[in-house]
């Protein structure tokens, strides 16, 4: 029997004391620059007998590197015998955090090349056997706020059956650790015992709960701020002084503050951690961004090609944390002007107000330079008919009533004008494509409940927008248009992730009004669509291939998403939906199916994705566009 983080720790201190050994070998003399660049370098680090990880991921775990293969011009590591013993701790204590308690790593060879004196490495790996986990439980004084012994043991990321990996060990700790402070338990603590059987190689890992007392918050402090005024970041802190203490409402509030875009950085402190029994004041350390600032940016997809953005941003208006922002933006299918004021206060923190001025051009134009793009991707104009700009402003506020649920109010008031109209056209295509104005008016919400915005592994999203248009108050036609779509996330496995979504609207005229404009209706296709089609191509088509839209749309999709190594991924989905030029008509044997894959690379704006996707039976005038590339989940 042994015990697990006793045997870790006795492996960390003396990997330690051997790396310290190795930097100093590595130390460079001062005295004679040259001498270190003419030591003979590392050709090539080769594994046998890994069967768990691949050669690659053990050879990033080394402070010895080889020449890189795809970099000719790059040196490899100086060959270093201290370093390279070191490594072989750096190799055990890689798969003993990965529960191969007994691996070793042994330096099976060490060569050296005549002619080009550079080394060649061979390591031999014994992973040996994996721990698994046997049981998980409690001891010490289990709290009354924390829900069944049973249920919690349920959320943790360490299970019966895993293997015994210090990431989700570690996981675990931090787990029941927000937990209970969660239910105020401040300065709680745990004591985690993992007792191995050498025999069968599993192991009981018992956390010991040391909950203490419950614990207020006492004096809440922000410091930092030098043009912000105080009282427009406290406004936006929701605990207060007496209050029991929650990490999940402190980490709320250093969102929030976050939230109105003035600051770099907000560092929640906790200034009297070990005063037992005190109330625990917290600090809120604030760190200010210019308030001006510029930004230019580049990017590419197989859907707007390239695309250039540059961005004004004067923060802090009236000394009340308004944020004025100037846009302009230009890729392959459309251009922008913006305008954008933001008020994050109005009424209340949980209260927000913001104000637009907008033109946006819908026009085919050249952004590419060399053309690679649109033959790579086949771009296509998502409007070939026709051109249409839109301008005009647009007011809403918006409310927050917790942290999962929001709704919004507005209206926008548009002028769309319609030009390069291509007259050889059909008159289905050309059928609401009359120059116009609108004056919308809009609700909208959403119920958010998942875990992660960015890369989501479980819960759920539903959000619907109701828009209104009445030729009594200024617009050119009437009609209600509702839009909802809901989304659900399920971790399969600890990896594995299964995502599904459906979106579901309809158009429907009144009055005078019986033809939709066309800036107005449903088009469906291409990326956070229905994959496989060309943007806009899937619904009804003319005899030009021209799309129509229609007033009715139906689609959704069928995601897994899975890990292959490091940051790249993987995905698997069946997209599906269409456009019906009847309002609320959504017959389903006229549903388009796309089966399709790709990988993603994470990135910390989102994973960056390259797909592929297959149409299924589709029509013989549908355009279809296997090839995808953009950043950001697909939904």
Request: net charge negative; aromatic share 12%; proline share 7%.
């Amino acid at each position: 029997m042994g015990h697990y983080f006793r045997a870790w720790s006795a492996l960390l201190l003396t990997f330690s004391l051997l790396s310290l050994s190795a930097c100093a070998t590595f130390k460079k003399d001062d005295s004679a620059p040259d001498t270190w660049l003419d030591l003979p370098e590392v050709e090539r680090i080769r594994f046998i007998g890994n069967e768990t990880f691949w050669s690659y991921l053990l050879r990033k775990v080394m402070a010895t590197k080889q020449r890189p293969r795809f970099r000719p011009w790059k040196r490899g590591e100086p060959f270093d015998p201290a370093a390279l013993d070191a490594d072989m701790l750096r190799l055990r204590k890689y798969y003993f955090d990965r529960g191969f308690l007994s691996a070793d790593a042994l330096v099976e060879s060490v060569t050296q090349d005549p002619e080009t004196e550079r080394y060649s490495i061979v390591i031999e790996i014994d992973e040996g056997p994996v721990t698994i986990v046997r049981s998980v439980g409690f001891a010490g004084d289990y709290p009354p706020e924390l829900p069944p012994e049973k249920e919690l043991l349920g959320l943790l990321e360490l299970q019966p059956g895993d293997r015994l990996t210090l990431d989700e060990f570690d996981s675990s700790i931090a787990r029941l650790r927000l937990r209970m402070q969660n239910a105020g338990y401040a300065r709680a603590g745990i004591v985690p015992d993992t007792v191995v059987d050498p025999d069968t190689h599993e192991a009981d890992v018992i956390f010991s709960l040391e909950p203490g007392s419950l614990t207020p918050f006492g004096e809440i402090t922000i410091t930092g701020q030098e043009q912000v005024p105080e009282y427009v970041i406290r406004r936006q802190v929701k605990i207060n002084e007496g209050d029991l203490y929650s990490t999940r409402e402190l980490i709320e509030s250093q969102g929030r503050i976050f939230d109105l875009g003035m600051f770099r950085a907000v560092t929640p402190r906790q200034l009297n951690p070990d005063e037992s029994g005190e109330p625990l004041d917290v600090e809120f350390a604030v760190t200010e961004r210019k308030p001006r600032s510029i930004r230019f940016g580049i990017g590419a997809s197989s859907v707007e090609s390239m695309r250039y953005e540059a961005r004004w941003l004067l923060r802090n208006l009236r000394q009340q944390a308004q944020t004025l922002s100037l846009l302009g933006r230009v890729t392959g299918i459309s251009q922008t002007l913006e305008a954008d004021l933001f008020d994050p206060y109005v009424f209340g923190p949980d209260t927000s107000m913001s104000y637009k001025l907008f033109a946006l051009n819908y026009k085919r134009i050249q952004t590419d330079p060399f053309g690679t793009l649109s033959s790579v991707f086949d771009i296509v104009d998502p409007f070939p008919a026709y051109d249409l700009l839109s301008a005009g402003g647009e007011w809403q506020i918006e409310h927050e009533f917790t942290r999962r649920l929001a709704a919004a109010a507005g209206l926008e008031l548009t002028a769309n004008l319609f030009y390069d109209i291509d007259l050889t056209a059909s008159e289905e295509a050309l059928e609401g494509v009359e120059d116009n104005k609108l004056f919308i008016q809009y609700v909208s919400g959403q119920w958010d409940y998942r875990d992660n915005r960015i890369n989501t592994r479980r819960g759920w999203f539903m959000s619907g927008q109701f828009d209104h248009s009445n030729q009594a108050v200024v617009s050119d036609a009437s009609f209600v248009k509702p839009t909802v779509e809901g989304r659900y996330f399920y971790p399969v496995t600890r990896k594995i992730v299964f995502a599904t979504r459906l979106k579901i609207g309809g158009i429907e005229p009144y009055g005078e009004t019986t033809v939709i404009p066309s800036n107005v209706r449903y088009f469906a296709g291409g990326p956070g669509s229905v994959r496989g089609y060309a943007l806009n191509r899937l619904g009804p088509l003319d005899e030009n291939g021209n799309p129509v839209g229609g007033n009715s749309l139906l689609e959704g999709s069928l995601e897994i998403r899975f890990p292959i190594f490091g940051p790249v991924g993987g995905t698997a989905f069946v997209d599906f939906g269409n456009v019906f030029s009847p309002s609320f008509s959504y017959p389903l044997d006229r549903i388009k199916f796309t089966v399709g894959g790709g990988l993603s690379y994470v990135t910390p704006i989102g994973p960056l994705r390259f797909e592929l996707a297959y149409a299924i039976d589709p029509d013989s005038d549908d355009l279809t566009s296997p090839f995808l590339f953009s950043i950001g989940q697909s939904f």
